[in-house]
């Protein structure tokens, strides 16, 4: 399969645990996306990246957040001091710089803070 | 920043019926118009999209259409098939300028009766 995948598809934690999930693009899409699905809510946009570089960040995305991409090619996010108001399924889309508006999504991870 | 707004949040149909969904939005800027379908558990999935320079755009059953006056779009499913249930998103998108960031609708669960 060369879609966008995500790991882990369901994470449970703990309220103040940290959380770490991977995104793995479709291997020619430089650019990568990442955003939060609240229920009955349409995805709401987060982070992208262009290659390795962070070109833009929601408002969304609090001090607690941070996405990398080290190599250009898979990337992280990272919710450190967990919330219960961070359950959510957080979703990763790539695209092709010269089509960055055709977004692939992958099947997101369902966060879960208890 | 763009708000885009989607209607009905449910829609039920029998099979072979039509569906409507329609959207607006808020910034005459956006440019391009996206459709995505998401099943349970897993991630949206483009299905058809509209520039703004074309008012309408269809493939096969699926067909959309735009008023860049009024600054609403619109997604027609005919002959609905019971396999055509999920739940669909409208976004809105400006290409030139915004290299990723697209604004979702919040839904709507389409449910097509056997």
């Known amino acids: 399969d060369t879609g966008v995948s995500q790991d882990p598809r369901h994470k449970i934690t703990k309220r103040g645990q940290n959380v770490t999930f991977r995104c793995d693009p479709i291997?020619?899409?430089?650019?990568l996306y990442w955003y939060r699905q609240t229920l009955g809510q349409g995805p709401e946009f987060l982070t992208y990246f262009q290659n390795e570089a962070q070109l833009e960040k929601s408002r969304l995305l609090s001090d607690r957040f941070s996405a990398e991409r080290p190599k250009g090619s898979f990337s992280t996010l990272e919710i450190q001091r967990t919330e219960q108001g961070d359950s959510a399924m957080y979703l990763c889309?790539?695209?092709?710089?010269?089509?960055?508006?055709?977004?692939?999504f992958g099947p997101g991870t369902r966060l879960t803070v208890t | 920043g763009e708000n885009v707004e989607q209607h009905p949040s449910t829609l039920s149909v029998q099979e072979g019926d039509s569906a409507v969904i329609k959207c607006t939005y808020s910034?005459?800027?956006?440019?391009?118009f996206p459709w995505y379908k998401q099943e349970l558990g897993k991630g949206p999935q483009l299905i058809i999209d509209i520039r703004s320079n074309v008012g309408e755009k269809k493939d096969q059953r699926i067909a959309v259409t735009l008023n860049k006056t009024a600054k609403h779009f619109s997604l027609h499913i005919t002959e609905t098939q019971p396999e055509d249930s999920a739940v669909y998103f409208c976004a809105a998108f400006e290409f030139n300028t915004n290299a990723g960031k697209s604004t979702f609708g919040d839904g709507t669960t389409l449910t097509v009766k056997p």
């Open positions: 291997s020619e899409h430089n650019r």
């Open positions: 889309a790539s695209s092709l710089p010269v089509r960055s508006y055709e977004q692939y």
């Open positions: 910034d005459s800027a956006s440019n391009y």
